[in-house]
């Protein structure tokens, strides 16, 4: 009974001790990934087989799992982009590689969209582009989703710049890309209209042929 | 930039397709690289030490990276080998696992370096076998309470807008947060040990009227009065304090330290309440003994005692089997005494609940002498109750020692580690290697634009000055972070003269003048409008410290195209402070262009003007003397201050 009533008294002023670790060491199980075969890999996707090799060099090196989870994913690309907060930005990327939503990116996910990046044609990436800003994936970009890419892609600015990002600057940038590409002006840009507008615009398609050359 | 996110450069680099459409100016050309695809692949094995083993071996645990198909991305087929380039030392481990079957935790290893190699080759911990198991737990949960402390500490900056209630309650927890919380603190502490000291004291006996002594406490009985109304005042102000702040006023309540609170300033209450009447007085006296708690306030002030109580705590059990094994042995020794001591005349020993009085001395080793057995048995069982009595104490002491030692070593490691000097040295290093990335891009703009200039002047040896080599990475990522400049209109710039440019009023002016010209161009009135300049043939030195000059640059060219362009030098002040520069419109009043100049500076910015004859002109130059040339084309070693000048 003494040592209930020592153990009442000294209650609260004692700091936490550390039983709380012990629960924590019950989740250990570690979820891991492999990809498929190299040779799979090499048809589904346009890289050879040595850029396959050093691609999954890198990226198991870093993931040593085998997968990718948004957190990590923010956390590397932010790694980018000193600057500013690329999380948001990174969050659509993420959702826009993670194309059967299973919350992480295995490397299959990766290099396929890779693969168009880099290897694709111009249309592929198009509609890669295309299917970043539509983020809920219905086939049409609307203000309001395009309005969230931008911001994220301001947000990556971050706040020391010349000029200064006003508040309203991606809501403008967002008006004038509409005025660009919404041709029947129904608030929507479907993706025909996307094409036929990046199509006939010289900018756009001659940037889209800028990372040929990245791996 | 770390070396492993550099894998992922070719990914955010392709990322950036995603920016082309929504981006309004052309993007700037990537690098080339002119190496040869390199191919990765360095011919070392587990960097550089060749292990060997049969397939089979490997194959046993299809389940991990050496047992599958996925070692056949490491394959390096010149050399015919796998190539990983990870811990040699580890890997030994990693392979005696496929040897052997046991997974073993080698001593000298880092547990975190330990568990990232197990979960690059894929073998989950918990197949460590039971001889390295258990250093293997210990030593993760170290780990863990190390990376705990960290997340503490980083807690501990204050957030943003917190309530009144919430400050307060901030400052009562963790007084060393602000000057008022450390006062407030101090005063607590002092008053507590006042109090108590006035307990003490009030009952010495000082002086002696009539018969008999008097205590201090009823000689001057105002004064103490006086001294415990100020104390308790305080602490009843501190307890309504906290209770008002608490975030739980419930579970404040229920807590022990409002408990000895509350009966630490009760009694005084109570007496306040109380009449003389003789029988409740009483009563009233030993309410009064529940002043002593308020020496347990203290334990709010040091860390030690509270360490002491968390020991006793942690070693609750063996407080109670020390108990108990003394409850029993007093028992048993009391009885035999009592019954030794039975047949002697005159003896103390007169029950067994006397004897125990006897035994607790004897056992503790006090030995009073108050109680002695007189007849021989009892001397015996006397002697072998004193010499149980060393052995039973003696035991579970030194098990309650150490679990203190080893709380009380992990407090002061906590706070070493919180020790102000290193978290500072730390978090100065962590944040200067951060903005040496940034800093590194915006140096390179500078430089980049300088080499433009020097192209076109062909100054050899300045051109090979400037052409610092940057590795095909950097450059690559300076390309990546123009690419995003470009896409929003908007150039990065350095913190100090984005704040400096905050501070300026003289922009608003320009802002308003500029607004039509500007809306014109819409957000491309920067980037779009550098490019129109471009067909102009002057090339312009765009020291990217200002944003006044874009400005100045829609605002101008509508109204002079033809003029040639000032160019105000940029110079940095001794202290390394950036002044604006601006690029102004020959129009431009120079007095403008000192307007914005900083308070202190010690060099003056010179301005170079240019007569259409391309003859340079002297600069006035308040530091440094510039060359005479026709293309005045000047930079300096030191690289606080730069210059540049157009053509």
Sequence with gaps: MKCCLVKWIIASTAPQGPDDISESELEMATVRHQPEGLDQLQTQTKFTRKELQSLYRGFKNECPSGLVDEETFKMIYSQFFPQGDATTYAHFLFNAFDTDRSGSIRFEDFVIGLSVLLRGSVNEKLRWAFNLYDINKDGYITKEEMLAIMTSIYDMMGRYTTPSVKDDAPFEHVEKFFQKMDKNRDGVVTFDEFIETCQKDDNIMSSMQLFENVI | ?647
């Excluded at chain 2, 028992?331 to 009592?338: K, L, N, P």
């Excluded at chain 2, 020959?586 to 010690?602: A, G, S, W, Y």
Aim: aromatic share 10%.
């Design chain 2, 1 to 647: 930039m770390a070396a492993g996110v550099a894998a992922w450069l070719p990914f955010a680099r392709a990322a950036a397709i995603g920016w082309m459409p929504v981006a309004n100016c052309p993007m700037p050309v990537a690098p080339r690289d002119h190496s040869k695809r390199q191919d990765e692949l360095i011919i070392l094995n587990v960097s550089g030490r060749r292990f060997q083993t049969w397939r089979t071996t490997l194959d046993r645990y299809p389940d991990t990276l050496l047992g599958s198909s996925e070692k056949e991305f490491f394959y390096n087929e010149e050399a015919k080998e796998y190539f990983f380039d990870r811990d040699p030392e580890a890997f030994r481990s990693v392979l005696n696992f496929y040897r052997t079957g046991k997974l073993h935790y080698p001593r000298a290893e880092c547990i975190q370096a330990y568990d990232e190699e197990l979960s690059f080759f894929g073998i989950i911990p918990e197949i460590i076998g039971d001889c390295c198991y258990e250093e293997y737990k210990d030593r993760k949960r170290e780990n863990a309470e190390r990376l705990q402390d960290d997340q503490e500490d980083k807690k501990d900056f204050k957030p943003p807008n917190m309530t009144f209630r919430e400050t307060i309650w901030r400052a009562f927890e963790n007084p060393h947060t602000s000057t008022m919380a450390l006062v407030f603190y101090y005063v607590t502490g002092f008053f507590i040990a006042i109090s108590v000291l006035t307990n003490v004291v009030e009952t010495v006996p000082c002086g002696s009227t009539s018969q008999k002594d008097i205590s201090c406490g009823q000689r001057y009985t105002v004064a103490f009065f006086c001294m415990d109304t100020a104390c308790v005042m305080i602490f009843t102000v501190e307890y309504l304090l906290r209770l008002f702040a608490a975030p739980s006023r419930y579970l404040f309540m229920r807590s022990v330290m409002s408990i000895i609170d509350v009966v630490a300033i009760f009694p005084y209450y109570i007496g306040l309440v109380m009449t003389d009447n003789e029988d409740v007085s009483g009563a009233f006296v030993t309410l009064r003994v529940f002043r002593v708690f308020r020496i347990f306030k203290f334990s709010r002030h040091s860390q030690g005692l509270r360490i002491l109580g968390y020991t006793l705590k942690s070693c609750a059990s063996e407080l109670g089997f020390l108990l108990f094994s003394l409850t029993m042995a007093i028992i048993i020794f009391a009885t035999v005494m009592f019954y030794a001591e039975k047949g002697s005349s005159s003896t103390k020993f007169t029950s067994i609940p006397a004897s125990f009085w006897y035994t607790i001395v004897t056992m503790t080793t006090l030995g009073y002498g108050d109680m002695v057995p007189k007849t021989i048995a009892g001397k015996i069982f006397g002697s072998i109750c004193s010499l149980s009595g060393v052995l039973v104490i003696a035991l579970p002491v030194p098990v309650i020692v150490s679990n203190f030692s080893r709380i009380y070593h992990q407090n002061q490691r906590a706070d070493k580690r919180r020790a102000q000097k290193v978290q500072k040295a730390r978090l100065a290093r962590i944040r200067i290697a951060k903005k040496g990335s940034s800093n590194a891009y915006l140096q390179t703009k500078r430089n980049g634009l300088l080499n433009e200039l020097l192209d076109l002047t062909a100054s050899e040896e300045e051109q090979q000055h400037l052409n610092k080599t940057k590795s095909l990475l950097e450059s690559q990522h300076h390309h990546l972070l123009h690419c995003l400049e470009k896409t929003t209109g908007h150039d990065f710039v350095d913190e100090q003269l984005f704040e400096q440019n905050c501070l300026e009023g003289a922009l608003q002016p320009y802002r308003s003048r500029t607004p039509s010209t500007s809306s014109l161009e819409g957000m491309t009135g920067t980037c779009c409008s550098r490019r129109t300049k471009r067909s102009v043939p002057l090339p312009i030195a765009n020291a990217p410290a200002s944003h006044a000059h874009p400005l100045a640059l829609t605002h101008t060219l509508p109204k002079s195209p033809g003029l040639q362009e000032l160019s105000a030098i940029n110079i940095q002040c001794a202290e390394k402070q950036i002044h604006s520069s601006s690029r102004s419109n020959l129009n431009m009043q120079t007095n403008e262009v000192d307007r914005r100049n900083c308070k202190q500076q010690k060099v003056t910015t010179a301005i170079i003007s240019i007569q259409t004859a391309n003859t340079g002109s002297p600069a006035e130059d308040g530091g440094h003397g510039l060359p005479n040339r026709g293309a005045s084309v000047v930079t300096t070693t030191s690289s606080n201050i730069i210059k540049v000048s157009a053509l």
